[in-house]
């Protein structure tokens, strides 16, 4: 049984940071990588940022990109968000992924259960 389990969200002011963690527990043979999507009402979900467990590569939104940082530490499966110079259009609610081999066969998607993140 896996588990993501997110935390680090809450409300600040544009401008202002976050820092989102979020923590993979469970049984699995290997991992893929993992990311962070998010979803603001009426939108669909959509990759902020995610990162490859073979060689690291980070792939990210245009609208992110030099403002957020996925980094992670492998040893304690927990991948970070660092978001700074927030805007009031990054409000939404954050999930982590991970994409994780549990048997013999392609990596699956698993989900967090979400982290709000509001900026005002």
């Known amino acids: 049984h896996v588990q993501l389990v997110e935390s680090g969200g809450g409300s600040v002011q544009a401008g202002g940071s976050l820092k989102l963690s979020c923590v993979l527990s469970?049984?699995?043979?290997?991992?893929?990588?993992m990311g962070w999507y998010r979803q603001s009402p009426g939108k669909e979900r959509e990759l902020v940022s995610s990162?490859?467990?073979?060689?690291?590569?980070?792939t990210s939104a245009d609208s992110v990109k030099g403002r957020f940082t996925i980094f992670w530490d492998k040893s304690k499966n927990t991948v970070y968000l660092q978001m700074d110079s927030l805007k009031t259009e990054d409000t939404a609610v954050y999930y982590c992924?991970?994409?994780?081999?549990?048997?013999?066969?392609?990596?699956?998607?698993?989900w967090g259960q979400g982290t709000q993140v509001t900026v005002s």
């Open positions: 469970g049984k699995f043979m290997s991992r893929c990588g």
């Open positions: 992924a991970a994409d994780l081999r549990i048997h013999l066969g392609p990596c699956r998607q698993y």
């Open positions: 990162i490859k467990n073979v060689d690291d590569t980070i």
